[in-house]
């Protein structure tokens, strides 16, 4: 099957579980973009165990996603970059010494409690692993994604100190998490005799520093163009183009694109408002990505059920995953608390 035929796919399939959750769930729109997903997978298992022959030709379709690329590469850098863009940075600055907190020392205590942890009850259950891919698997969950939350936050009225924090810390520990899983992966495929904590350290400096800068640099270059101009059609595909170019460039330059992403957003949501785009202008860039911030986020919560399928299931790993559940909610209680 074609790329378009697969987008076309996942597309119907995003709009489909967000009407279903609309029409009759009337969740928050992940939520039950999430529940549908979830349920719309187990339908599908249940139609493979019972009759295997007429579902192969969906785990042969999905064998053909490549999810690392569809997510990291390509869904990821626009994910942050509107979450950035509409944020308000007034707000973020008031609170930017939790936020640096959370962001930064919370992913490194939930990572190590959580690889400490599951490497200890593995051991204890007789299914020992590595520790490298322990600490793989915390920096891959220790990121926390509340955009879920958030609907929920903003019905129950919390105070916006509180839900400016939320916000914070998932722009910037996504971009944290990703260079410590990529700094790890390293570590892992080169093996850890040829790995020093200064060449750890020096990697972790040379992607979180670089990505800041290329940020930095990436979102002064989009406010000068658009200062320059007025015409909102235009200023749209500038922004777009902007996004994907710092992301490539990040990939070539080895440094963090979704820590680049990220300045380069809120450097736009800073200094654009009022010096760099007019009113109108304004209005039709925030709302274009916030349609696409809606639109990605719906569509990888359809990928995340889909992703299902596509696993092997061994019942004799159903106890450790039950535990690493309850491990990473005590990690990341304890990743919050801490800092504190």
């Known amino acids: 099957m074609s790329i378009f035929n697969i987008a076309t796919l996942l597309m119907l399939l995003t709009a489909t579980f967000g ?31 019972v009759s295997p022959k007429e579902f192969d030709f969906i785990w042969q379709l999905l064998d053909q996603i490549d999810y690392t690329t569809l997510v990291l590469d390509v869904m990821l850098s626009f994910l942050l970059f509107a979450g950035a863009l509409h944020t308000d940075t007034n707000l973020l600055k008031s609170a930017w010494q939790s936020i640096t907190l959370f962001a930064l020392l919370g992913v490194f205590i939930s990572t190590g409690l959580v690889a400490g942890l599951l490497y200890g009850f593995l ?37 916006k100190a509180t839900e400016i924090k939320i916000v914070g810390e998932s722009l910037f520990n996504d971009g944290v998490g990703v260079v410590v899983f990529l700094t790890l992966l390293e570590v892992a495929q080169q093996g850890t005799d040829s790995i020093t904590v200064g060449s750890v350290a020096g990697l972790l400096a040379k992607e979180a520093g670089g990505g800041l800068l290329l940020g930095l640099g990436v ?70 990505w916030e349609i696409i911030d809606i639109l990605l986020n719906a569509l990888l919560f359809v990928l995340i059920g889909s992703r299902l399928l596509s696993l092997t299931f061994e019942w004799a790993f159903a106890p450790p995953a039950l535990a690493a559940i309850g491990i990473m909610l005590v990690a990341r209680y304890a990743a919050n608390r801490i800092p504190l």
Not at 28 to 47: K, Q, R, Y
Not at 127 to 145: E, K, M, N, R
Not at 219 to 231: K, N, P
Not at 244 to 270: E, K, N, R, T
């Open 19 to 49: 009407y279903l959750n609309v029409r009759f769930l009337k969740l928050p729109d992940t939520i039950g973009l999430m529940v549908v997903s979830m349920l719309f997978s187990l339908a599908l298992i249940i139609g493979h165990i």
């Open 123 to 159: 051991w204890l259950v007789n299914l020992p692993i590595d520790l490298i891919y322990c600490l793989l698997f915390g920096a891959l969950i220790s990121p926390t994604d509340p955009i879920a939350v958030l609907g929920i936050l903003a019905k129950a009225n919390v105070p």
């Open 219 to 288: 979102g002064y270059a989009l406010f000068w163009i658009l200062r320059t101009i007025d015409q909102y059609q235009t200023e749209i595909i500038i922004t777009l183009a902007a996004v994907m170019g710092c992301y490539w460039l990040a990939s070539q330059l080895h440094v963090s694109g979704p820590l680049a992403v990220v300045v380069a957003g809120l450097f736009i949501s800073d200094q654009a408002r009022s010096e760099a785009m007019s009113a109108v202008t304004l209005e039709y860039v925030e709302k274009f």
